[in-house]
């Protein structure tokens, strides 16, 4: 037994993280259901550092160094379950389980439950960054036990992604709260992608621009506050052309987009605690509506008239606004989803670090930006801000931008152009810096049709009106 650690699963993000693993000094023990992928990998990386191939399930497991601790990294659901089922005869207290699969963060704290009961650590951990970031270094968000941290926490921080040294990989908290943290990353990752899709779509109808025109601009905003790894390669999809056509090829993609999940159990949990992550819950359903083809050609038959012309005058005003709505709209979701993984930690008692959260997506991830370096220092600074939108940085920015963003969706609006992430983060910063909402309307609604009370602004206490009655209130 001479291995540190172990990864079962050996497609290609599994493949990836064993080397990313055996690269940087570790020993690393391998193993796949069909043991050709192991065999093929030796065969052909064997050369990057040490792995031990194992052909069974247990001469994997009796290569490892105790506590043992094994990576799993197979399609998440039943797959993960069947892996589980068959490792943990095999193991002994102590030992550790990592799921690194994109698991539902329920399954994990289901499996954690079970696996403690054995006397093992089971570890759900999100991995971002697709293949090249298993191979380079990813962000890594594991969940789990402290007790696992302290063997785990090393050999992840070193295969991790590095900024400003500091490493892309922390302890998010107890059972599910790494898979949870992953969750709303990859919810994250939904509303800056639809977002970037909106920019794109104005910029093409306002300035009738071609996508290599808009490959130059998102490459410019890539110099400024915009800087992401998102809209780096959103520069590089627009610029690319057909080889087949010589088209752009942005055009010649089905659009549909599809969807694997993560999105949909962000919005989801997000409902469950009452938490409105409006920004990613558009892009979910952006993304279904993109799917119904049925719909769409009859809506478009029906309306194709139903929108203006639209003529910029200033191209680089017209330009400059879309960057600032884009910025804007993209603080909200952010703002939102860190509210959703500060309900997510109260509900479950994680404990989660939101600053640490944030350092912890600086790079290796598909969100990496600048600006969460931002995000950090803001909670850091001020750990129980009640929202990111009023941390200093992100105020001044958001508010030099309502110009722009009201602009913007108001002539997205006339020209017929859908924009439903922009659209919708603008209302959302509109209702939560009202003086008052019309929900006081709700209320009286409520109080009518089904005498569900009411409080009132001027009294303390929970009121009724008779409304069938003579109108008095009483007392609830
Ligand atoms: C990552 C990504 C990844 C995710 C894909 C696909 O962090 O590396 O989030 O985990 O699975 O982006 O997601 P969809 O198929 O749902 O778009």
């Known amino acids: 037994s001479t291995a540190q650690i172990g990864v079962t699963g050996l497609a290609v993000m599994g493949r990836n ?34 792995f031990v191939p194992g052909e069974s399930m247990a001469d994997f497991v009796a290569s490892l160094e105790r506590p043992r601790a094994v990576i799993v990294m197979v399609k998440a659901g039943a797959p993960t379950d069947a892996v589980i089922d068959e490792l943990v005869p095999l193991l002994d207290p102590g030992d550790i389980v990592v799921d690194c699969g994109n698991a539902h963060f329920a399954d994990t704290r289901r499996r954690e439950e079970a696996l403690r009961e054995h006397g093992l650590h089971f570890v759900g951990t999100g991995v971002s960054g697709g293949e090249e970031g298993a191979l380079h270094g990813p962000s890594i968000m594991p969940g789990g036990s402290a007790e696992s941290y302290r ?35 990859n919810g994250i990752e939904y509303a800056d992608m639809q977002l970037i899709a909106e920019a794109y779509d104005l910029l093409r109808a306002g300035l009738g621009a071609e996508p290599a025109e808009i490959a130059e601009i998102f490459r410019t905003w890539n110099g400024g506050e915009l800087e992401s790894f998102l809209i780096e390669i959103t520069a590089d999809v627009l610029a690319h052309t057909d080889a087949a056509t010589g088209r752009p090829f942005v055009d010649l993609v089905q659009d549909r987009a599809e969807q694997k999940g993560t999105g949909r159990w962000t919005v989801q949990s997000a409902l469950d605690l009452g938490i409105p992550i409006t920004g990613i819950a558009e892009a979910t359903f952006a993304r279904s509506l993109s799917g119904h083809v049925d719909q769409r050609e009859a809506a478009r038959r029906a309306f194709a008239d139903a929108g203006t012309k639209w003529q910029v005058d200033d191209r680089d005003a017209f330009v400059e606004d ?97 924009i439903p992430a922009f659209a919708s983060s603008l209302s959302y910063f509109d209702a939560l810096r009202a003086e008052r909402l019309p929900a006081a309307l709700i209320q009286g609604l409520r109080d009518n049709f089904g005498a569900h009370t009411y409080q009132r602004v001027d009294r303390e206490g929970t009121f009724h009106t008779l409304w069938a009655g003579d109108r008095t209130e009483v007392e609830a």
């Open 17 to 50: 993280l064993a080397r990313n693993l055996a690269r940087n000094g570790f020993t690393v023990a391998v193993h796949n259901r069909s043991p050709e992928r192991t065999r093929s990998l030796v065969a052909e990386h064997g050369d990057e550092g040490r």
């Open 151 to 185: 063997k785990l926490g090393p050999i992840f921080e070193k295969i991790a992604a590095q900024v400003d040294g500091v490493p892309c990989c922390r302890h998010i908290g107890p059972d599910g709260a790494g898979h949870f943290v992953k969750m709303v990353h």
């Open 322 to 418: 879309v960057r600032r709505a884009l910025l804007a709209s993209k603080i909200v979701a952010y703002a939102q989803g860190f509210d959703h993984i500060r309900a997510g930690s109260q509900e479950y008692d994680w404990n989660i670090d939101l600053g640490g959260t944030a350092t912890i997506w600086r790079g290796g991830c598909i969100i990496r930006a600048r600006f969460l370096d931002r995000i950090r220092q803001a909670y850091d600074e001020q750990p129980d801000l009640p929202t990111l939108l009023v941390a200093p940085w992100f105020a001044d920015t958001v508010g030099a931008g309502v110009p722009s963003w009201r602009r913007v969706v108001a002539d997205a609006a006339r020209a017929g152009v859908p």
